[in-house]
């Protein structure tokens, strides 16, 4: 992609690449509540992408789809963090939701059903159901779970994305984190199952998993947050 000059032409590899930006963004958007915007996450991360366009190096020895995409969801990430993008209401619903299941299981002795996570909270069936929908379940681990303050967050970050290979401890600490992890999604419901493995596994989106259900897309919404509940649930030990 060069110009007539034989100048780089960016704008070409920028409209080139604009469907990785898309396809970033739609991943993405599935694991945000409804008031994160589709076209901010777009906007962020085109400018992620010329970032990249301006920092590859192809003596690097990587592929520059590959620069692009880590650079691309950094700047999502980076946007995210300042426009603190979960509310403390939808942080304090989703603690909720995975204490209540923690109840449950401890009491029942097994994983408890939708409809009794919705009793144990007071709630209807259908008011949980919306619950979930708008908390939008997202990760096992948040930065505020390890302490708040920027000393923090960037040790917490180092210490996950630094390169550890030569830390034997750290090495063991993580394969029993794994281990932990794949036996608490084995038990999760069937459809709860389904669904991680569609998503994480299969790097499906919200639409093709609801086809392939035969449920809509905000069940499959509903089903990812309470997998997510569950599964915080079970790791808190870890």
Not at 18 to 40: G, Q, S, T, Y
Not at 78 to 85: C, G, K, Q
Not at 186 to 208: A, G
């Amino acid at each position: 992609m060069y110009t007539a000059k034989g100048q780089l032409d960016r704008d070409a590899l920028l409209r080139q690449h604009l469907p990785l930006v898309r396809r970033i963004a739609h991943h993405m958007i599935a694991k945000l509540p409804p008031n994160v915007e589709l076209d901010d996450l777009i906007q962020v991360g085109m400018m992620g992408l010329a970032d990249a366009l301006s920092r590859y190096e192809a003596a690097q020895g990587v592929q520059f789809e590959t620069f692009a995409a880590q650079r691309i969801r950094g700047a999502m990430l980076d946007e995210l963090r300042e426009s603190d993008w979960m509310s403390r209401s939808a942080r304090k619903s989703q603690k909720d939701i995975e204490n209540a299941v923690h109840r449950l299981e401890q009491r029942l002795g097994r994983s408890p059903k939708e409809s009794e996570i919705a009793a144990e909270m007071g709630l209807s069936l259908a008011d949980y159901q919306s619950l979930l929908g708008k908390v939008r379940g997202t990760q096992l681990i948040y930065l505020e779970d390890m302490g708040h303050g920027s000393e923090e967050e960037d040790a917490f970050l180092d210490r996950h994305v630094a390169n550890e290979a030569a830390d034997p401890q750290h090495i063991l600490r993580d394969q029993r984190l794994r281990k932990a992890l794949v036996q608490a999604i084995e038990n999760l419901p069937e459809r709860e199952q389904y669904v991680m493995s569609m998503y994480y596994e299969h790097d499906m989106n919200l639409k093709e998993i609801a086809a392939v259900l035969g449920v809509t897309e905000s069940r499959v919404c509903q089903l990812h947050s309470q997998a997510i509940a569950r599964l915080r649930s079970k790791m808190r030990q870890h």
